[in-house]
């Protein structure tokens, strides 16, 4: 009776180690795509705020009719280049 104990108690532990290593190897795997998933999110919104910078230097470089049209269009032209280069 006792072997057969010692045996189930050998057969559990054996188990319960196998879904330990399942459930870690699932956690990285979640771990991982959410990783993937964030990088490429970043990626897209990094391409975003560059599409929106070369918008407003092209906006910007257009020739403005006044004094004050050129001022803010020079501010803009600062203020893209000091977005693209952060």
């Known amino acids: 009776m006792a072997e057969r ?3 189930r108690e050998a ?4 188990i319960a180690i196998e879904r330990a290593a399942k459930a870690e190897a699932v956690a990285l795997a979640k771990a991982q795509k959410a990783e ?6 970043a990626a897209e ?3 975003q705020a560059a599409a929106d910078a070369a918008a407003a230097l092209k906006a910007a470089r257009l020739t403005p009719a006044s004094a004050a049209e ?3 269009a020079r501010d ?3 203020a893209a280049r000091k977005a693209r280069n952060k």
């Open 5 to 7: 104990r010692k045996a």
């Open 76 to 78: 803009a032209r600062y």
């Open 70 to 72: 050129m001022k803010a």
């Open 11 to 14: 057969q559990d532990q054996a």
């Open 45 to 47: 919104a990094e391409k």
């Open 36 to 41: 993937r998933k964030a990088a490429g999110q």
